[in-house]
C-alpha cells in the first residue's frame, strides 16, 4: 500500500499562517490532492498539485516536490472558519487515490 | 443540484445481517469509489470503479463487494456485518481519472 504521513494535529492562531505538511511514498504518481474535511461532513477539494512547485488561490497555497516525495498546505490569514481536518491525498500509478490521517487545524482566536 | 446522494444517512445494523449502502451521482463522472473512514486511520479505499462495467479492489475490500451495472450507481454491499465494519462510509466520483473526487454526505453505519 502507500505511506503517506502527516501531523495529527496543530493549532494556530487567527490571522497568523500555518503549513501543513505531508510526505508520501507510493508506486507511481499521478498527482498530489488536499482537501478539507470539518467535522461531521464529507471532505471537500483544496488543491492540486503534479508537477513541482507551488499553487496558489487565495489563502491557500501548495507546494509539491516529486524528487522529495513532500508536500504542504500553507494557510494565510487564519479564521475560525478554517478550524477542521486537512487531508493529504495521493494518486498512485494505478490511479487510485490514498489519503493520509488527516491533521486537525484548530485556530484560536 | 448536481452531486452524490447516499443512502440511508445512518444505520444501526445487527452483526450477521446484510446491508447495501446506496450511491447515486448525476455528474456522469466515469470513476467511483467507495472509501470507509475511522478514527486515527483517515479514508480508506475499499473498492473503485474506473467505468461502468468494471471495479476494483483497493485497501480493504475483505467482506465488501460492489457492483457498476451503468454510470450513475454504485452500491456497495456487506454480506454478514460484523462490528469491525462500524464506521462512516463515503461514497465519490471523478470525471476522469486525473481529476479531484466529489463526496457524498456519508453513512454512518454502527453494526453491534
Known amino acids: 500500500g502507500q505511506n503517506i504521513d502527516q501531523p495529527t494535529e496543530m493549532t494556530a492562531t487567527e490571522g497568523a499562517i500555518v503549513q501543513i505538511n505531508c510526505t508520501y511514498q507510493t508506486s507511481g504518481f499521478n498527482g498530489l490532492f488536499w482537501y478539507q474535511q470539518h467535522a461531521g461532513e464529507a471532505p471537500t477539494f483544496l488543491s492540486y498539485n503534479v508537477l513541482d512547485g507551488l499553487e496558489e488561490k487565495g489563502r491557500f497555497s501548495s507546494f509539491l516536490s516529486r524528487s522529495k516525495g513532500y508536500s504542504y498546505l500553507l494557510l494565510k490569514e487564519l479564521q475560525m472558519k478554517d478550524s477542521a481536518s486537512y487531508l493529504c491525498?495521493?494518486?498512485?500509478?494505478?490511479?487510485?487515490?490514498?489519503f493520509g490521517a488527516g491533521t486537525t487545524v484548530t485556530v484560536r482566536a | 443540484i448536481a452531486g452524490i446522494t447516499q443512502a440511508p444517512t445512518s444505520q444501526i445494523l445487527a452483526a450477521g445481517r446484510r446491508m447495501t449502502l446506496r450511491c447515486t451521482q448525476d455528474?456522469?463522472?466515469?470513476?467511483m469509489y467507495w472509501y470507509r473512514q475511522d478514527l486515527g486511520l483517515g479514508l480508506r479505499l475499499i473498492h473503485y470503479?474506473?467505468?461502468?462495467?468494471?471495479?476494483g479492489k483497493g485497501e480493504v475490500p475483505d467482506g465488501y463487494s460492489v457492483s457498476r451495472a451503468n454510470t450513475d450507481d454504485f452500491p456497495l454491499t456487506l454480506a454478514s456485518a460484523v462490528p469491525s465494519q462500524t464506521s462512516v462510509y463515503f461514497c465519490a466520483s471523478s470525471d476522469y481519472a486525473e481529476s479531484p473526487l466529489h463526496f457524498g454526505n456519508g453513512t454512518r453505519l454502527t453494526v453491534t
Open positions: 470503479s474506473n467505468t461502468a462495467g468494471t471495479t
Open positions: 491525498a495521493v494518486r498512485d500509478g494505478d490511479y487510485k487515490l490514498s
Open positions: 455528474m456522469r463522472h466515469n470513476a
